[in-house]
């Protein structure tokens, strides 16, 4: 349902539907009608931005992906988000 409103509000993106809007735009829908937040960030290899918005009071949650052109697609939307810290030794020591 979540990922329906969103839908009716940005503009359909430049493949296969996604839901694209300037970066601004999505961000600040996310925040005023989910109450999500960013909670992660990333850079693919593709030079796009990747970030998790996420809403810990409703666990509603969001996955972007941001173009250099500042063109934010919606890659994924779900509920039960979890905050999450795992700590990982670092490759080749024995724990």
Known sequence: MVALVIIAMVAPGRAQGVPCAPRDALVASL?????EARKALGIAADN???????????GSWTITATSPDGLT???ATG????????????????G
């Open 31 to 35: 925040r005023s009608n989910y109450g």
């Open 48 to 58: 796009r931005l990747l970030e998790l918005f996420a809403s810990e009071a409703t």
């Open 73 to 75: 697609c919606m890659i």
């Open 79 to 94: 509920e039960a988000f979890q905050a999450v810290v795992e700590v990982v030794e670092p490759p080749g020591e024995d």
